[in-house]
């Protein structure tokens, strides 16, 4: 089972910038997707973007044109930037991975992202 330690969540005004990184140890998989959903209070845990091995992405609507997805394949982590963050913003923000060939997967712990003046 791959293993995934995420960080860089934190308090951050409106406007603001955060970056999110989840590294996965355990393997190095050829064929593969991962990426950010987040849950807010009272709310669906929702997906939030997804890069596959071979650099396909695909966001949510609401988060295109502010977030982006990137990968470090030589560290295997995975970064999310939010760019011009908004309060409904705020949630937990857990990594996904899944193993596209054995369909095995994992969760990371969560990161809390809170978006506030």
């Known amino acids: 089972q791959v293993q995934l330690v995420e960080s860089g969540g934190g308090l951050v005004q409106p406007g603001g910038s955060l970056r999110l990184s989840c590294a996965a140890s355990g393997s190095i998989f050829r064929f593969y997707a991962m990426g950010w959903y987040r849950q807010?209070?009272?709310k669906q845990r929702e997906l939030v973007a997804v890069v596959f091995?071979?650099?396909v992405t695909n966001y949510a609507d609401s988060m295109k044109g502010r977030f982006t997805?990137?990968?470090d394949d030589p560290t295997n982590t995975v970064y999310l930037?939010?760019?011009n963050?908004?309060?409904e913003d705020t949630a937990v923000y857990?990594?996904?991975f899944v193993d596209l060939a054995t369909r095995s997967d994992s969760w990371g712990q969560?990161?809390?992202v809170t978006v506030s003046s």
Request: aromatic share 10%.
């Open 53 to 55: 091995s071979g650099g």
């Open 85 to 87: 963050l908004k309060p």
């Open 81 to 83: 930037q939010m760019n």
């Open 40 to 42: 807010a209070p009272g």
């Open 69 to 71: 997805i990137s990968r």
């Open 94 to 96: 857990y990594c996904y």
């Open 110 to 112: 969560g990161t809390q």
